[in-house]
Each structure stands twice: as C-alpha cells, then as structure tokens.
C-alpha cells in the first residue's frame, strides 16, 4: 500500500528527485538500481519517534529493513534518564517498534568504542580548555563510521538514521544539504559525514515539513512512541551536570585557579575550568562594576580570563580536523561562503581558506562573540554543507 503522505517520503532522500526523468524507472525511492524488495537497509533504531518512522516508512515501501540498536553505555544506570538519549528505555522502544513491523532488531554492544571515542574526548577536551560537541563525535565515529562498516558487513545497500538533513545527488554525486525544516535541521551536527559515507547513507526525514507531521505518521504507524519527547540531555550526562562527570573521570580539571581580567590581576578563585566555557557570563563569582564574561581559558595555568564583551568579538577562526564536501582540495586563495560557529546560530558571511594537513582559517564579514575552542565551525553554500572543522582559536 502507498504511503498517505508521498510527498513526505520518497523525495526525502533527494536521490529520486534529482535524475533525469528518463531514468527514474531504474531507480527506488532510495535512488538504488533495484526493487525495493532487493534492497536491504540498515535502519539506527535509537528509540526515539524519528528512527521509529524511519523504518516504518521503509517497510511501507517494501524494503527489507533490519533494525539495528547501539548499547552506548550502561543502560541500568541510565534507566533514570528518560530525557537522554539512547536511555535505559529506549533500548526496549526500538525493540517494540521493531516487532510492531515484523522486522530483525539487533543490539550492538558499542560501550568500549563509545567510551574512548566520546566519553574520554569530551571529559580531555574540557581539560584542554575546549568546549567540546560530544553528540558529533559520537556521529562521526560509532554511529556512522562504525555503524556503517556493520552495515556493509550485513550486505546493507543502505544505512537510514532519523536526522533532520537531505541527500540530493549532484553533478559530482550525493550531497549533504540543510533538511526542508530549518528548526530541525541537524546539519551542524554532521558536518564530519564524509563523500564515501554518503554514498551509504540515507536520511528519509530531510524532506519532512515539520516535527508534528513526523509524529502524525507515527500515530499512523500504530507506534506507541508518537509522543515520545525528544532527547534533550548528553545521554551520558545527567541533568546537565557535565563538571560532575568531568570531573568523575578527570579528577585534574576540579584543581582550583585564578580568575583574573585581561591584564592579569586576580578577581577571584575558581573550582575547576571545567566549569566555563567562552562567552559565559553568569555564575563568575566576581561581582561589581561593569558585565564580565570568560574571554579565555589557560588550562596549563589554570587561569580563567575574563573581560567586557568587546573583548570576546573575533574576525579570524582557526580550524582544524578539516572535512571538505566541495569538488577538489578546499583553495587557499578562499572560498566564500555562509558559516555557523554555534548549532543555534544562523549562518554568517565568512571566506574559509585551506591550510595544510586538514586546517584551515576563517576571515568572518562582521565579527562574531563568543566563538569556543572546541566547538565546530561549518560552511554551507546555500542550502548544501560544503564540510566544516573543529575550532582551534579565533583572533
């Protein structure tokens, strides 16, 4: 039986839309040269309503779909985090789910991996004065890069997630481009994704009109995850409290320290500088006189260096860890382009120009506040991700 609502699933994938109409008939919704019968996909089954409609719209189709789950970390400790994701719980939804369409499901035991890949980063990164973006990690390495090397190992001709991004082919092959919903775009969070993966990947949420339409399906579906609210927690940090997992697994970054201001005289004593991030202003602990924010961090010292904000305007972005999604070497002549600098913020007017061995600088049109080590920076040209890197420094 057709989907209700065709124009929310087989142009999702952007691959079907964009060849030529003489071709079309050779190709699934997927943009695979077979029957969706022979076609088996690889769905990431977190539990969540977005995984769960994902698969669901695929068996719809008539694809042969196997659920695969990862175990992350311990799920006994995590049941009393029904706000993150890959929670207790949530292992046991993507198994309902899994049995409501009669498809294989699968628990992977990714603990080790997700433990040195992301857990021990993010705690390091902290120490290193950076403010890191664990759930891109955690895309970057177990999620896609390994994840993706199980689904080859399945015969998948397909790994589908539930993110809010598209695929559309273009004239060199698949593209990662913004999802048709701009507030549930999660294209800043995948900016690692590279060429080779993308030949894998499919994203059947991109073309969804809203987050309302994807749980309208899921009350179609009979999925009892309809309502399920969205993750809104690091699924490995309780409550928010990152310096007390921080400082659990590096007791170094709970050492004391001076705040002091840009010319070095101490206003004040910290707890660890685990616990600022650039651009914070409440919660310093040195009052009077004019707003004071974190201009800097110097972990070998220990020091947190704080000013007005005008100190916190930056033009020039250092990048490293480089992924470039263009045609060729990223030029260091520059490209000009459109960039976030934070997940919540709108694309800026900047010019990236390529450097050696995966960096890059970023020469911003107006200067930006606030910009962390640590977090990441991606270049969009329009609506497609051109790539993006992680943020070493700013002038």
């Not at 124009?7 to 839309?17: K, Q």
């Not at 499919?202 to 749980?215: C, D, Q, V």
């Not at 651009?279 to 201009?295: F, P, S, T």
């Not at 030029?331 to 890059?360: D, I, M, N, Y």
Request: one cysteine or more; a negative charge.
């Amino acid at each position: 039986m057709p989907p209700d609502h065709p124009s929310m699933t087989a142009p999702a994938t952007g691959d079907h839309e964009a060849r030529p109409m003489a071709h079309r008939s050779a190709f699934n919704s997927l943009g695979i040269a077979k029957a969706p019968a022979d076609t088996r996909v690889v769905v990431a089954m977190s539990g969540g309503v977005d995984s769960s409609v994902t698969a669901a719209l695929l068996v719809e189709q008539g694809y042969e779909v196997i659920g695969i789950t990862l175990q992350l970390y311990d799920y006994g400790a995590a049941r009393a985090r029904p706000r993150a994701c890959c929670a207790g719980e949530d292992v046991y939804d993507a198994r309902a789910v899994a049995e409501r369409l009669s498809i294989p499901h699968y628990v992977l035991d990714y603990q080790s991996r997700f433990r040195a890949e992301v857990i021990d980063d993010f705690a390091d990164a902290y120490l290193r004065g950076e403010t890191p973006i664990p759930c891109i990690r955690c895309n970057q390495t177990v999620k896609f890069r390994d994840l993706l090397a199980t689904a080859r190992d399945l015969g998948a001709d397909a790994l589908a997630t539930g993110h809010y991004v598209r695929r559309e082919i273009g004239s060199s092959g698949p593209e990662l481009h913004r999802a048709a919903d701009a507030a549930r775009d999660q294209s800043y969070f995948l900016f690692t994704t590279t060429t080779a993966q993308l030949d894998l990947l499919r994203f059947p949420l991109g073309g969804m009109e809203s987050k309302a339409a994807t749980r309208e399906l899921a009350e179609r579906f009979g999925l009892a995850v309809a309502e399920k609210p969205d993750s809104q927690d690091i699924c490995f940090v309780p409550d928010g409290d990152y310096a007390a997992v921080i400082d659990k697994l590096r007791p170094d970054a709970a050492l004391p320290g001076d705040i002091v201001d840009l010319g070095g005289a101490v206003l004040g004593r910290h707890d660890g500088i685990s616990r600022y991030t650039i651009g914070q202003r409440r919660g310093l602990g040195v009052g009077g006189g004019d707003a004071l924010y974190v201009v800097r961090l110097e972990p070998e010292s220990r020091r947190v260096v704080v000013g007005p904000r005008a100190a916190l305007a930056k033009t020039r972005v250092a990048l490293y860890g480089v992924n470039w999604l263009g045609a060729g070497a990223l030029a260091e002549a520059g490209f000009a382009c459109a960039v976030k600098l934070r997940s919540a913020q709108a694309p800026v007017a900047a010019v990236v120009h390529g450097g050696p061995e995966g960096t890059a600088e970023v020469v911003l049109a107006e200067p930006e506040h606030g910009v962390a080590p640590g977090q990441a920076c991606v270049f969009y040209d329009g609506e497609r991700v051109m790539g993006g890197g992680w943020i070493r420094g700013a002038d």
